[in-house]
């Protein structure tokens, strides 16, 4: 079938049932819904399918084995390693108007979405609800539920509530093949063999598409309180993450440099949190449910500053303005895009991060000293997220060449600390080349296994992850 008749078929797939779907050839749309967040792959989709119901995105996923069609999922398309990219004549299907919630149980504490809700939209109705869905992210008003779950993504309140695999009650795919399934039907235990509900979370679309996806709720937080805390060195972060740790229970504890929050104070919409300047920022944040919880939240940072870990600090003291501080850390991607950052989001175990961010510091200064290095990430579950900003003088080719050499060096490091290369944002096109430093040639072949299993002809999202 040539390119016409291809689009066509598509959009006579799409136009089935109530609730017919759309098939966009815009160049506009093909551009905007062909790329994410990474600016290294120029998009080429041949075209955009917008189903409405798991039926059409069924049968567009048999129609593209009968046809040898390869097919990108595409969520809010905020991922940072091109695994929502279609730069190879593929048809995108963009979840875009699969964004109803179904059904939700205040009992059971679980909300039924499709996969094309915004993850606000999700903590907005658990709100409205007296409830809660605390995986939550700078993205958070762009970013799609199937997208997340496909990327397993984190955020910044993994110290406390894990992951979005650990909110996952159930799930309906279409497989690669073009099978529905119905992967753990909500159930809190259910021990009946393979669960391949976790195989398809994280697989960053490879397996099929996630349509619809049963998501956890829990209790509301009360009171919550930011801590932000000017710090001596690098390594005081893990002394104040460990003292604060002794005596309350942390919902978020991030890091960030002070070259990061320069760029978030040059951007004008935040103020600096207090005179003293650091060379690292750590921010806490805890629910402040008694006196006895604030006090002894202020007995732990006195005994920080007294150990000579932290220069100084502030607490909020309203819920405005511990949204005020937590803009001097989510602010900070939006303050350094101008300056198109290379991008790395990387992983060790918590108490090896100070010498590990060390050591790829003083790689890359030595290296590449005209590069400016920008640093922060979620210390306190071992996520770090390393930011190269090009020189203005450099042209973005030249400089993503660099990078790649840089990509070689800091990766050697992460295997050495057994770490990871992608820590929140998967593998896609940008860290297929760097996958066996973090999985074993054996792993990466079970891996072959299970998409083959799923996807026998290779036409969901193809070159992600391995060719």
């Known amino acids: 079938m040539n390119s016409e008749q291809i689009i066509a078929s598509l959009k006579e797939l ?39 119901t798991t039926e059409q995105v069924q049968a567009l996923v048999k129609f593209a084995n009968q046809n040898q069609v390869a097919l990108v999922p595409s969520g809010g398309r905020t991922g940072l390693s091109a695994g929502a990219v279609a730069a190879h004549g593929e048809v995108v299907v963009a979840l875009d108007n699969m964004n109803q919630i179904l059904e939700f149980s205040a009992s059971d504490r679980v909300v039924r979405c499709q996969a094309g809700v915004i993850t606000e939209q999700l903590q907005g109705f658990a709100e409205e609800n007296h409830l809660y869905y605390p995986v939550d992210f700078a993205s958070a008003g762009s970013s799609q539920l199937g997208g997340n779950i496909s990327t397993n993504a984190g955020g910044i309140k993994v110290i406390r509530y894990g992951m979005s695999r650990d909110w996952v009650a159930g799930l309906k795919v279409v497989t690669g093949k ?3 399934l119905e992967l753990n039907k909500d159930l809190e235990k259910n021990n009946t063999g393979y669960d391949l509900r976790h195989l398809f979370i994280g697989a960053e679309g490879t397996l099929g598409f996630i349509t619809e996806a049963t ?24 002394d104040v993450l460990k003292t604060f740790q002794s005596g309350l229970d942390l919902t978020a504890y991030e890091f960030f440099s002070h070259e990061a929050m320069g760029h978030v104070l040059a951007h004008g919409q935040v103020q600096a949190p207090f005179e003293t300047e650091a060379p690292y920022y750590a921010l806490l944040e805890f629910e402040a449910t008694s006196d006895q919880v604030m006090d002894s939240a202020m007995s732990l940072f006195e005994q920080c500053m007294e150990n000579g870990w ?5 607490i909020s003291q309203s819920e ?34 100070p010498q590990f961010l060390q050591e790829i510091d003083e790689l890359v200064a030595k290296q590449y000293p005209d590069f400016e290095i920008i640093w922060f990430g979620h210390i306190g579950d071992g996520n770090l997220h390393l930011n190269i900003l090009k020189p203005e003088d450099m042209v ?17 490091i992460v295997e050495r600390y057994q770490g990871s290369i992608s820590a ?10 760097y996958l066996q430093y973090t999985r074993s040639e054996a792993e990466i072949a079970y891996l072959r ?6 996807d026998p002809n290779g036409i969901i999202n193809p070159g992600k992850i391995f060719d």
């Not at 932290?310 to 502030?314: C, E, F, H, I």
């Not at 973005?396 to 800091?410: I, R």
């Not at 929140?424 to 080349?433: F, I």
């Open 14 to 52: 799409v136009a089935t049932g109530d609730a017919p779907g759309k098939i966009l050839t815009d160049p506009a749309d093909l551009e905007n819904y062909g790329k994410d967040w990474t600016r290294i792959y120029a998009p080429n989709p041949l075209a955009i399918a917008l189903p409405k």
């Open 178 to 180: 073009g099978d529905i």
């Open 215 to 238: 998501m956890k709720l829990t209790r509301q937080p009360d009171n919550l309180t930011v801590l932000v805390l000017g710090l001596n060195d690098l390594g005081n972060t893990m």
């Open 310 to 314: 932290v220069l100084d600090g502030v």
């Open 320 to 353: 405005t303005q511990a949204n005020s501080l937590w803009q001097l850390r989510e602010r900070i991607s939006e303050s350094i895009a101008p300056r198109t950052p290379y991008k790395n989001d990387i992983s060790v175990v918590v108490s090896k991060v």
């Open 396 to 412: 973005k080719e030249d400089f993503f060449e660099k990078c790649q050499q840089v990509n070689k060096w800091v990766f050697e």
């Open 424 to 433: 929140e944002h998967g593998v896609g096109m940008t860290k297929k080349p």
């Open 449 to 454: 296994g299970i998409k083959h299993v799923f």
